[in-house]
């Protein structure tokens, strides 16, 4: 009795996602995208948050899901107070020496759309993304600063980013959206092309 009850679930699954594989995966009427976005980003060792922009371009690979290659630019300055070694730190030796941190990080962004299961207006996308990637660093340091020049020792070049977003088609060409993610948030442009 079970192993007919299991036969018939299973047939029953087979031949919905033989039906389901079968029909033509519907393209957005939007198309691919070019997303322009402005933000800021919270960066555990830097303590603040900084200015971000972003530029991806959205690729449909199967109905209600994207990839899209990315790109992302921060910049901060910080500062740093460093004196001789073998010195007390009230002597004169020491002073506060600034750095600009400049990081570039370079992925792909994966995005699942959930307008049909939730079954909203067509002026309306809802989705849930992932990012994974590398970070370039470039750190600059003031001329006359001699000492340990090291100071992102234990950060990881690897990117990895969760997303939640929504945007508004404000017509077949164009649409804002508002991406929130656990490293950086941002509001933009989409282009449709």
């Given amino acids: 009795m079970k192993t007919n009850i299991f036969l018939s679930i299973f047939l029953s ?26 933000g800021l980003g919270y ?24 990839l899209a290659p990315f790109l992302g630019i921060y910049s901060f300055q910080n500062h740093y107070y460093w004196g001789k070694p073998d010195k007390p730190n009230f002597d004169p030796s020491y002073h506060q020496y600034s ?36 970070v370039y660093k470039s750190v600059v340091w003031d001329n006359d600063y001699y000492g340990d020049r090291n100071i992102y020792r234990n950060t990881s070049p690897l990117y ?26 941002t509001f933009g442009l989409a282009l449709h092309l």
Avoid: C
């Fill in 99 to 134: 750095y600009r941190t400049t990081a570039i990080p370079i992925g792909v962004k994966g995005t699942y759309y959930f307008d049909q299961l939730l079954k909203l207006p067509s002026k309306w996308d809802v989705y849930a993304a992932g990012s994974v990637g590398f």
């Fill in 160 to 185: 990895l980013d969760a997303h939640i977003g929504a945007e508004y088609h404000l017509n077949e060409k164009a649409g804002l959206f508002l991406d929130l993610s656990t490293g950086v948030s």
């Fill in 43 to 66: 960066y555990g060792y830097v303590g603040h948050f900084t200015p971000y922009g972003t530029l991806n371009y959205e690729i449909d690979i199967v109905k209600n899901f994207t």
């Fill in 13 to 38: 699954l087979v031949i919905s996602i033989n039906t389901n594989a079968q029909e033509k995966p519907t393209r957005e009427k939007y198309g691919n995208t070019l997303n322009l976005g402005v």
